[in-house]
């Protein structure tokens, strides 16, 4: 449990493990805190979605943790590294961001701590640049 009063949902740490495995059909999955102060899963992303398409359906003014297996090319060759990203936006409430940021932990920690994930925090729909993401994934390797 985080600091909030917050809890993860066990369906949470369900659908990470196939997303970690390779054995999910989607490319992103987001998880939100419902209105019993506990981290769900939201929306999934299907595999084959472009980053842009993804990108664009992220909300604007609600926050989200995500965890996306970002497909990228160096040398000719395709890669996938995977991200947590905690998207919590400017456009939110005081009190929402303040809940989100301080449940993250909890969400992390059911993940085992996010261990081979790359960490990224996103404001804004700049902090979620392509050329962003791609520069971190690409220093993964």
């Not at 990470?16 to 939201?42: C, R, W, Y």
């Not at 359906?57 to 060759?77: C, I, N, Q, T």
């Not at 929402?96 to 990224?120: Q, V």
Request: glycine share 4%; proline share 3%; with cysteine.
């Amino acid at each position: 449990m985080a600091m909030t009063g917050v809890t993860v949902h066990e369906d949470c740490t369900a659908q990470f493990a196939l997303l970690k495995q390779n054995k999910s059909d989607s490319m992103a999955m987001a998880f939100k805190i419902n209105d019993e102060e506990k981290i769900v899963p939201a929306e999934t992303t299907p595999k084959g979605t472009s980053y842009a398409d993804w990108r664009a359906a992220v909300p604007a003014k609600e926050s989200r943790y995500y965890v996306l297996d970002f497909s990228f090319e160096v040398d000719g060759v395709t890669k996938t590294k995977m991200f947590f990203i905690m998207w919590n936006p400017d456009t939110n409430t005081v009190q929402k961001k303040m809940k989100y940021a301080g449940s993250r932990k909890a969400l992390e920690a059911a993940f085992d701590n996010c261990g081979g994930l790359i960490s990224h925090n996103a404001n804004d729909k700049d902090d979620l640049d392509e050329k962003e993401m791609f520069s971190k994934a690409k220093r993964g390797f």
